[in-house]
Nanobody, 119 residues
Framework: VQLVESGGGVVQPGGSLRLSCTTS????????MSWYRQAAGKEREWVAV????????NYVDSVKGRFTISRDNAKNTVFLQMSSLKPEDTAVYYC?????????????WGQGTQVTVSS
């Protein structure tokens, strides 16, 4: 199983970035996909989730209206479009794949990509 995030970098406040998470080794279209982030010295925080078929999406309040999660099941990839970025969005961003079936939970993580919002 592999989840590889990309697209992070340094951006000025008010700018935009698009993160990608390319996956392999599991049946992508059966998993809900999420983005989490962890700022230095803080606990990991859930940011957004999209269900396996893309029929339901949710966000943490602090990013609503600024971030958009989407997925391409044909390419086994999930995206996070981030706009109107703020310094408090600075963190390592991780993608997560999760599925619960027959009493078992499957949980996979990527290695993370750094996003720095600074002038």
């Amino acid at each position: 199983v592999q989840l590889v995030e990309s697209g992070g970098g340094v951006v000025q406040p008010g700018g935009s970035l698009r993160l990608s998470c390319t996956t392999s080794g599991f049946t992508f279209n059966r998993y809900a996909m999420s983005w989490y982030r962890q700022a230095a010295g803080k606990e990991r925080e859930w940011v957004a989730v999209i269900t396996s078929g893309g029929e339901a999406i949710n966000y943490v309040d602090s990013v609503k209206g600024r971030f958009t999660i989407s997925r391409d099941n044909a390419k086994n990839t999930v995206f996070l479009q981030m706009s109107s970025l703020k310094p408090e969005d600075t963190a390592v961003y991780y993608c997560n794949a999760r599925r619960s079936t027959y009493g078992r939970r499957y949980d996979y993580w990527g290695q993370g990509t750094q996003v720095t919002v600074s002038s």
